[in-house]
T-cell receptor
Framework: GQQLNQSPQSMFIQEGEDVSMNCTSSSIFNTWLWYKQDPGEGPVLLIALYKAGELTSNGRLTAQFGITRKDSFLNISASIPSDVGIYFCAASASGTYKYIFGTGTRLKVLA | DTAVSQTPKYLVTQMGNDKSIKCEQNLGHDTMYWYKQDSKKFLKIMFSYNNKELIINETVPNRFSPKSPDKAHLNLHINSLELGDSAVYFC???????????FGPGTRLTVT
């Protein structure tokens, strides 16, 4: 089936550093979403992207919808301890009524 | 003012039993979904419903039967539970196909 390749799988960073992660696919999608999941909770929507090339920010988070429509990137600036968690990308093609999820990036922030 | 809610939060049961998970959304969304998250945290869609109609059944065993009594509710009934059914099950909703999707808190199912 379709897959989203998300990288890196995990990363340890120092508080205050910037973080970058990305998601790639061999298929074209019309919507890209980025989520954060804390232990024992459901994924929380961070950013939604609907247009190729679109760059959207939400506080310290910035995400981009790749121009080829096959990838997306998420950047976190000046990381803080509460940024710890698993970040997922998800993508959907029009009319499919489903989202494909990436395998997640596990972020750990060292104070 | 919870947007997407699920009950129960935890479910521990024995093999062979039948159990149900309930989901409700108060966002006025038309589309609802069930996802399964395995022990490696991989999220996979199981079903999607639009306006109470089943749209997607992602090759889920027919022991799993979703039901949508109205647009705000999507329940999941599981017959003859197996060990491999142990996972976290998430309900989600979106206004329309391909739009922002919001998740519930999850139901952790443990089959012994």
């Amino acid at each position: 089936g379709q897959q989203l390749n998300q990288s890196p799988q995990s990363m340890f960073i120092q508080e205050g550093e910037d973080v970058s992660m990305n998601c790639t696919s061999s298929s074209i999608f019309n919507t890209w979403l980025w989520y954060k999941q804390d232990p024992g909770e459901g994924p929380v929507l961070l950013i939604a992207l609907y247009k190729a090339g679109e760059l959207t920010s939400n506080g310290r988070l910035t995400a981009q919808f790749g121009i080829t429509r096959k990838d997306s990137f998420l950047n976190i600036s000046a990381s803080i301890p509460s940024d710890v968690g698993i970040y997922f990308c998800a993508a959907s093609a029009s009319g499919t009524y489903k989202y494909i999820f990436g395998t997640g990036t596990r972020l750990k922030v060292l104070a | 003012d919870t947007a997407v809610s699920q009950t129960p939060k935890y479910l521990v049961t024995q093999m062979g039993n039948d159990k149900s998970i309930k989901c409700e959304q108060n966002l006025g969304h038309d589309t609802m979904y069930w996802y399964k998250q395995d022990s490696k945290k991989f999220l996979k869609i199981m079903f999607s419903y639009n306006n109470k109609e089943l749209i997607i059944n992602e090759t889920v065993p027919n022991r799993f039967s979703p039901k949508s009594p109205d647009k705000a509710h999507l329940n999941l009934h599981i017959n003859s539970l197996e060990l491999g059914d142990s996972a976290v099950y998430f309900c989600a909703s979106s206004q329309v196909d391909g739009y922002e999707q919001y998740f519930g808190p999850g139901t952790r199912l443990t089959v012994t």
